[in-house]
């Protein structure tokens, strides 16, 4: 393998790392806005929905 090549894999392991971390911040965002507006007496169905 060479540097060149090394170098690349580490940016391209480096670019996956954060579009994992941006992912992981806009699901706590929509985390926060449905735990902010929707009625608690709701979450359980919006649950549901999601796990099916």
Do not use: F
């Not at 090394?6 to 670019?15: E, I, K, S």
């Not at 608690?40 to 929905?49: F, G």
């Amino acid at each position: 393998m060479t540097a060149d090549t090394r170098r690349q894999t580490m940016l391209d392991a480096r670019q996956d790392t954060q579009d994992v971390a941006d992912m992981m911040l806009q699901v706590q965002k929509i985390t926060d806005a449905v735990r902010s507006t929707v009625p608690r007496s709701m979450w359980t169905e919006i649950l549901r929905k999601l796990e099916g």
